[in-house]
């Protein structure tokens, strides 16, 4: 079955478990993270993550065929995508690294 067929705001969808699918948060709550990330593990001048632990989440991407998404991709041990390509019709994400979401989001 095709993800064109999922409502991913429905009860059912988020109460279901898929790791890198359905990260459920506001806007401000993700911009954080994004942030944190970027920033090696340290904000407010206070260290919430090893530095080696970033490095480690940033290797080892993995290509392989998602049968959910119906693309190929490229994910890393933390879970986030090299897009290398316009993987995203209509978008510009060459050489981003992070999350698209279905509904449209990147961050």
């Known amino acids: 079955m095709s993800m064109k067929h999922y ?3 429905s009860y059912e969808l988020k109460m279901g478990e898929m ?4 990260g459920n948060g506001c806007a401000r709550g993700m911009a954080k993270f994004a942030n944190l990330i970027a920033m090696k593990g ?3 001048g206070m260290r919430f993550l090893n530095e080696k632990t970033i490095d480690l989440a940033h290797s080892e991407p993995k290509k392989a065929f998602d049968m959910l998404l119906e693309k ?3 994910f890393n041990l933390g879970g986030w995508h090299h897009y290398k390509d316009d993987y995203i019709e209509g978008t510009t994400v060459k050489g981003f ?3 698209a979401g279905i509904g449209g989001s990147i961050l």
């Open 42 to 44: 340290e904000m407010y």
């Open 97 to 99: 690294i992070g999350w």
């Open 72 to 74: 190929e991709t490229d």
């Open 19 to 22: 790791p890198s699918g359905n």
């Open 7 to 9: 409502q991913f705001n």
